[in-house]
């Protein structure tokens, strides 16, 4: 065990794209555990779009102040415990913050079968894949046959709402930055087309994409995706707002989509927001459905695996610029 818990501290409020300058890293003394508590050592951080988010303003949850330790999800093992139920070995994970160690009250911690992989525990049987499920079978409510377009498609979320959406018997479309990823998306994970929306036309390339039509669009990014999808949804189609990546890292957020509220009203489009801690009441089920496609091998679950605490910084802004695959975390 090194001495010392090294922390990234969220220390200055980015002008327009997060980048390493924001954050200091700190060596702060390994914390103690009162009674309740279990110290934890983390081995893999969650990276997350909304951690920008939470450096403007309140969301879902209360706003990051500079001086903080950066907020952020994450695995790790028990060291030693404090509490009942909890042993020093355990898989746990938690909101621990970007650090190498944490001390966390033992109701903050979720204890994990070591049968699956940490990654997977972080991603697809956590709240990436939790998201993905309910985000699209609960709100967007897909039937076989249907379009069902899906934005940020090859990122954490969409990786698993397209593939999803496939196993639901739906033509499946995805929007993604760059050709490559988006030739991914078709070779890789069987996405009937995907959208490179950084080049040409968007609008042309969503009517040629979805001929008859998008009935679910599982929205990721807001923004001109938003309004291109708004232009070809189908009657009675639903829009699943899962999250806005678009406007979290820039100074000059996109003004609201065009097509609202006129194609809302027109094609009786139901338009809803979701947060994931909403169905966490029949968490069990969505983890045993992921689980069960993982072992049918009806699902992958891409991950991007960043080598080194030190990199959590450049690799939150890595995201911002699309280098990820998958499932973005980083490796303590
Ligand atoms: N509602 C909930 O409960 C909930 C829970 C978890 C996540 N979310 C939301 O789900 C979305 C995806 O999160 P994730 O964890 O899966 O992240 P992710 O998709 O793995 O990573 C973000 C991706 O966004 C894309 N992106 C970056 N800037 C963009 C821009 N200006 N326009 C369009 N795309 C851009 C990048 O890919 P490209 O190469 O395609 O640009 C990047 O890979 C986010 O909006 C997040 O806030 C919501």
Redesign the pocket.
């Known amino acids: 065990m090194t001495q010392t818990n090294r922390q990234w501290i969220y220390a200055r409020k980015p002008i327009a794209q997060v980048g390493p300058e924001n954050f200091d890293l700190n060596e702060a003394a390994i914390p103690e555990t009162k009674a309740g508590e279990v110290l934890v050592r983390t081995t893999l951080l969650s990276?997350?779009?909304?951690s920008r988010?939470w450096m403007q303003g309140q969301t879902?949850r209360s706003m990051l102040n500079p001086g903080d330790v950066m907020a952020g999800w994450g695995i790790g093992e028990v060291l030693s415990s404090n509490a009942k139920g909890f042993e020093p070995g355990d898989l746990v994970s938690g909101e621990y913050g970007w650090q190498q160690y944490a001390a966390m009250p033992a109701n903050a911690l979720t204890k994990h079968d070591k049968a699956h992989k940490p990654e997977h525990i972080l991603g697809v049987l956590g709240?990436?894949g939790l998201?993905a499920y309910f985000?699209l079978l609960d709100v967007g409510k897909p039937r076989p046959g249907e379009t069902v377009l899906v934005?940020?498609?090859?990122?954490?979320?969409?990786t698993i709402v397209g593939q999803i959406a496939k196993i639901m018997g739906c033509r499946v479309v995805g929007?993604?930055?760059?050709a490559e990823?988006c030739n991914w998306l078709v070779d890789e994970l069987g996405f009937d087309a995907a959208i490179d929306?950084?080049s040409g036309n968007l609008y042309r390339a969503v009517k040629e994409a979805c001929p008859n039509g998008i009935d679910v669009y599982f929205d990721?990014?807001?923004?001109?995706?938003l309004s291109a999808a708004l232009s070809r949804m189908n009657l009675y189609g639903r829009v699943a707002?899962?999250?806005?990546?678009?406007?979290?890292?820039?100074a000059t957020p996109s003004p609201g989509p065009a097509g609202v509220p006129g194609f809302l009203v027109t094609k009786r489009i139901r338009m809803e927001?979701?947060?994931?801690?909403d169905f966490y009441n029949r968490k069990h089920e969505a983890e045993a459905a992921l689980a069960r496609w993982l072992q049918d091998g009806k699902l992958k679950a891409p991950v991007d695996v960043v080598e080194g605490f030190k990199k959590m910084p450049s690799a939150l802004a890595g995201?911002?610029?699309?280098?990820?695959?998958?499932?973005?975390m980083v490796r303590v």
């Open positions: 990276l997350d779009p909304a988010a879902y709240i990436t998201t985000g934005s940020g498609a090859g990122g954490a979320v969409g929007t993604a930055g760059g990823k929306y950084k990721n990014t807001g923004g001109e995706v707002c899962c999250g806005a990546v678009s406007n979290y890292d820039t927001g979701f947060v994931v801690m995201m911002f610029a699309g280098t990820n695959r998958g499932k973005l």
